[in-house]
């Protein structure tokens, strides 16, 4: 019985670290390509780990292509699409947790609905809005766009979150004289502050990740975002693609998201089992 | 009487903060979509401007039920979606019971987990697309070491691989999610059930199969359901690892190509609401199955 549990438990560790390298390694291997130097990147047999580290390429990816632009035009689009459906869902979840009326249930349902909307579908009709707009190639065709995917699933996690606190506290307030706009800034978003992270945090990586709206809607680094900036990075001919620079851009925009994925681990996967939302 | 004043000032206060939701959807959500669906009905460039479109009805449909493109398109978005939502399933199922154990460094574990999905889908659709190169990828090095293969193989360029091969990076992203979401269908089953079924004798195989299974269905479901509608939009892992290709392109990846690349914005938006049309049904299907609960 003793040695089969032995065998058991090593076999379970083995799964355990194979699931692990195999989750992991793709990553491992940005990181590793993003520092080889080019002599080394195209050789065969192909190396575990880089013979001499070659952070030059990372300076590069900053001096040779126009990356620094690029991740400002993905913060500000990302940061602000993110405050503004935070800001505009927050009335909306509180409409919808809170008071009874008439006509909620198909707005909620219309509401989810809007959150499963294949983005190709509207593509067309959203290029020529834009235009007619005069937002082409700018923040604001992003931000404005952005709001299709953010704001429903924000208005949705919010509720669910404005539903879990207790109406005694809004009640002594409205007592107290307060109006319906206080009671949501003074005394319901403190409490709902960790519905607004989890909802941000996801609306953020939604944002900064987005790529068909933004190929689409962005010609130049006047308003490219990370994402399509990665997709077309070119070397000295078509043939030559710049893998370390690619890599390294890679990694730079990867960080910051496993930074924030490991501080708020938790409320991530309460985000994303309490509304089941897409990856 | 005052009861009846309170519901109707209620009601108002809703509709005025439901108001700029639903003003921001309407522009962004509604309008563009009966947009597209009106430009489905008419001939026009895209590089037009002014759009000078011109009234051809049902063209662009009786146009698409012939293209054979869209139908291959169709065909690799459904191969795409079966096999890799399948695959999701199983493995994400076997990582969440596997994670559910108790074990040192499970955190480490969990946090792994939320690696792939962190990652933009463009940066991982490029990492891959690096680790898949032909001569200096890592994934033909490792498989020639393991004596799996022959010789290298051109992962990308060769027909019959190349979907494979995409597959197997969707589901390397999305596997750890599917985990994820399992993982908490898993923990809300009670502890109780299994040292009934223990006592009653049950080996870890009928625990599985008459508790685990049957209690994990909704959560299963939702999953489930989740992914394939997210599948059948497929567009960013595949335009960027191999581009506008008849052997790996989805519907999304076809209609994005005759709108903004062939500038036919009649044609693509024909496409667009065919894709449109198709995901809505599953969407019906989604709330229907699930039933979401407003109150």
């Not at chain 1, 952070?55 to 632009?69: A, E």
């Not at chain 1, 109406?167 to 004289?177: F, M, P, Q, T």
């Not at chain 2, 499970?106 to 999905?117: D, E, F, K, S, Y």
């Not at chain 2, 049309?277 to 699930?290: D, H």
């Amino acid at each position: 019985m003793r040695p089969l549990r032995f065998l058991s438990r090593v076999g379970f560790y083995l799964l355990v670290l194979l699931v692990f390298v195999y989750l992991v390694f793709p990553f491992y291997w940005a990181v590793v390509s993003s520092l080889k130097d080019p002599q080394e990147l195209f050789a065969t047999p192909v190396t575990y780990w880089p013979k001499h580290l070659r952070w030059q390429n990372y300076l590069d990816v900053f001096t040779m292509q126009p990356f620094g632009r690029n991740l400002l035009n993905s913060a500000v689009v990302a940061g602000t699409t993110t405050l503004l459906a935070l800001l505009v869902g927050s009335f909306a979840a509180y409409a919808l947790g809170r008071f009874r009326f008439f006509g909620k249930r198909p707005i909620y349902y219309a509401i989810l609905a809007v959150t499963m909307f294949p983005q190709i579908s509207v593509l067309g009709g959203m290029y020529v809005l834009i235009k007619t707009l005069g937002l082409y190639n700018t923040w604001w065709a992003l931000i404005f766009s952005y709001m299709i995917f953010t704001l429903p699933f924000t208005v949705w996690v919010l509720t669910s979150f404005v539903r879990e606190i207790p109406r005694e506290l809004e009640e002594a307030a409205y007592v107290d004289g307060a109006t319906p706009v206080q009671v949501l800034f003074l005394v319901l978003l403190p409490l709902m502050a960790p519905g607004l992270v989890t909802a941000g945090l996801l609306a953020f990586i939604g944002a900064w990740n987005e790529f068909l709206f933004a190929l689409t809607f962005t010609v130049d680094d006047r308003a490219r975002t990370v994402p399509v900036a990665i997709a077309f990075f070119s070397g000295a001919s078509q043939y030559e693609l710049p893998w370390a620079q690619i890599m390294a851009a890679s990694v730079i925009v990867t960080v910051p998201l496993i930074v924030l994925v490991l501080i708020f681990q938790q409320r991530i996967i309460a985000g994303l089992t309490a509304g089941a939302v897409k990856g | 009487m005052a009861r009846r004043s309170l519901t109707k000032r209620q009601a108002q206060i809703a509709w005025v903060f439901l108001a700029p939701t639903q003003l921001i959807l309407l522009v962004v959500a509604a309008y563009p979509l009966f947009r597209t669906f009106q430009l489905s009905l008419y001939r026009a460039n895209l590089l037009d401007y002014p759009l000078r479109p011109e009234w051809v009805g049902l063209a662009n449909y009786v146009y698409l039920i012939q293209d054979a493109y869209w139908w291959i398109s169709v065909k690799n978005t459904v191969i795409f979606t079966v096999v890799s939502v399948v695959l999701e399933t199983v493995l994400g199922l076997g990582i969440a019971l596997l994670v559910n154990a108790r074990f040192p460094l499970r955190g480490a574990m969990r946090t792994a987990m939320l690696i792939p999905w962190a990652i933009p889908t463009v940066v991982s659709a490029q990492m891959w697309r690096w680790m898949y190169n032909d001569v200096y990828g890592v994934v033909n090095d490792l498989l020639l070491r393991l004596h799996l293969i022959a010789r290298p193989l051109a992962w990308l360029a060769d027909p019959h691989l190349v979907l494979p091969a995409v597959i197997a990076v969707d589901v390397w992203k999305t596997t750890p999610f599917m985990a994820l979401l399992l993982l908490a269908g898993l923990q809300s089953i009670p502890e109780e059930l299994y040292e009934a079924a223990r006592v009653d004798g049950a080996g870890a195989l009928q625990q599985f199969w008459f508790i685990t299974l049957p209690l994990l269905v909704p959560a299963l479901l939702v999953a489930l359901i989740f992914r394939t509608l997210d599948a059948l939009r497929v567009f960013d892992v595949i335009y960027v690892m191999t581009g506008v290709n008849p052997s790996t392109m989805s519907m999304s990846v076809y209609a994005r190509q005759q709108l903004v690349d062939f500038g036919d914005l009649g044609y693509g938006s024909a496409i667009s609401t065919g894709i449109f049309l198709i995901i809505a049904l599953f969407v019906v299907l989604y709330l229907t199955a699930l039933r979401v609960e407003v109150d």
